[in-house]
């Protein structure tokens, strides 16, 4: 299975910060690499799509990269609304697999 | 897009639970459902899809035997069930769609919780 760690596990931050979360596959996933929203009680929410491509209504502070193993989800000026945890996860291969998270909290 | 599922679940272990998920808002048939669970230790843990336009299905390894996906193409619903429960099933269960443009679940439904206890 195809092993995703994402760093880091958790941070804070304030409004108006501009974030970076990185996910490294223990293979290459080519550009097969997805990000999702989730908080407290609600199902996760899909933000980006193979590595870079916005998903429909995200805000576009929003922004993905990568390929191969090396992938990072950036959040431009954030917003209130933000403060969630983010996964990643790779459609490259069966299992689907998913980073443990990381929880970017209010500092 | 709405993906609507079934309610909570109480079983006691070595029982089954069967999860349903109700699609609309899109053609059913053209797109897979993925059925993923969540739990505070585990994570997001994929468990498998199916295709509800043939029935085909496809399993993660670690819940063949124990797991099975239909479809109701009549009702546009997908269910899971799994078998031989254990307290370690206790999570919530996710359906998830996929359009088959790359792999992402980009709509999902609200989640099941399914708690298994005696």
């Known amino acids: 299975d195809i092993r995703m760690t994402q760093t880091p596990s958790s941070l804070s931050a304030s409004v108006g910060d501009s974030v970076t979360i990185t996910c490294r596959a223990s293979?290459?996933?080519?550009?097969?690499l997805n990000w999702y929203q989730q908080k407290p009680g609600k199902a996760p929410k899909l933000l980006i799509y193979?590595?870079?491509s916005l998903h429909s209504g995200v805000p576009p502070r929003f922004s993905g990269s990568g390929s191969g193993t090396d992938f990072t989800l950036t959040i431009d000026s954030l917003q209130p609304e933000d403060f969630a945890t983010y996964y990643c996860?790779?459609?490259?291969?069966?299992?689907?697999?998913f980073g443990l998270g990381t929880t970017v909290e209010i500092k | 897009v709405q993906l609507v599922q079934s309610g909570a679940e109480l079983k006691k272990p070595g029982a089954s639970v069967r999860v349903s998920c109700k699609a609309s808002?899109?053609?059913?048939?053209?797109?897979?459902i993925h059925w993923i669970r969540q739990t505070p230790t585990q994570g997001l843990q994929w468990m498998g899809w199916?295709?509800?336009?043939?029935?085909?299905?496809h399993f993660a390894q670690q819940f063949e035997g124990r797991v099975a996906m239909t479809r109701d193409t009549s009702i546009n619903t997908a269910s899971m069930e799994l078998t031989r429960l254990t307290s370690v099933d206790t999570a919530v269960y996710y359906c998830?769609?996929?359009?088959?443009?790359?792999?992402?679940?980009?709509?999902w439904g609200q989640g099941s919780l399914v708690t298994v206890s005696s």
């Open positions: 998830a769609r996929d359009r088959l443009r790359g792999g992402d679940f980009d709509y």
């Open positions: 808002g899109y053609t059913f048939t053209d797109c897979y």
């Open positions: 199916i295709d509800p336009n043939n029935g085909d299905t």
């Open positions: 293979q290459s996933v080519s550009n097969f």
């Open positions: 193979t590595a870079n």
């Open positions: 996860q790779q459609s490259y291969i069966d299992p689907r697999t």
